[in-house]
């Protein structure tokens, strides 16, 4: 009975450590467009500012070409109040929206896909007058990469080392930009064929708050080991009743 009591303290434990971990509130920034900073540049036009530009200002743009036309957005969040515990992980969350209707190219989608680098922004830059030319330099290095191939949904980028050093220093945050790699052209044929594919997202100045750019910081379990403890136990229990 003492063996039985003590293994199921243990698979007691280790449910209440998994239930208290995935319960864990999250910290989300999510600003909208009155205390939100983000924006895009667009190489063509290298001295003009995007967000003062309906619609362009409602959206965000990140695309490679050979042509001169590249994108690449730049978005910075406030971390004020904001905790990074050793268990959580940071993302940055970017809702992926038809690239047509804004006439920069073609939406990512199967077969078609584009990566998409995030980088630490070097310099600090102003929304209002940001633009190709005056844009922030990126620090050494990538802070996070995804690749994307669809629309109507959220990418997410694991960033939580970046946001680790602004927390430590915050005299650094100067926020992200997300650059796509390399050019795609799609190739299937008819009246899209040669246009480029270009990955565009809904900024804080879009219609739709719930698609709003954010930052989330959430508890993460450790399933693994958590599952081994309850196996182990369970284990343990059933050859005890066995005997």
Known sequence: MNR??????ILLGAAGFAATTASAAPITV??????????FNYQFLPTFNMNGAPP??????????TTG??????????LTGVSLAP?????????VTPTEPTGFGISPQSG???????LANAASWTEATVSYGTKPAALPGIVATEFVDYTGAWVSFDVTSQVNSWLANPGTNFGFTIVQTSEVVYTVPGPNA??????VFDSAAGANSAHFP????AAVPEPGSVGLVLMGGAALLLGRRRR
């Open 4 to 9: 039985i009591k003590w293994i199921a303290s």
């Open 30 to 39: 999510q600003p909208a467009e009155a205390t939100s900073k983000d924006t």
């Open 56 to 65: 362009f200002n409602a959206l965000l743009s990140s695309g490679k070409t």
């Open 69 to 78: 036309h590249d994108t690449e957005t730049v978005i910075e969040f406030d």
């Open 87 to 95: 268990s959580e992980v940071a993302t940055l969350n970017l809702w």
């Open 112 to 118: 078609f896909g584009v990566t998409l680098n995030v």
């Open 194 to 199: 040669g246009k480029k594919v270009v990955t």
């Open 214 to 217: 954010s930052l989330n910081v």
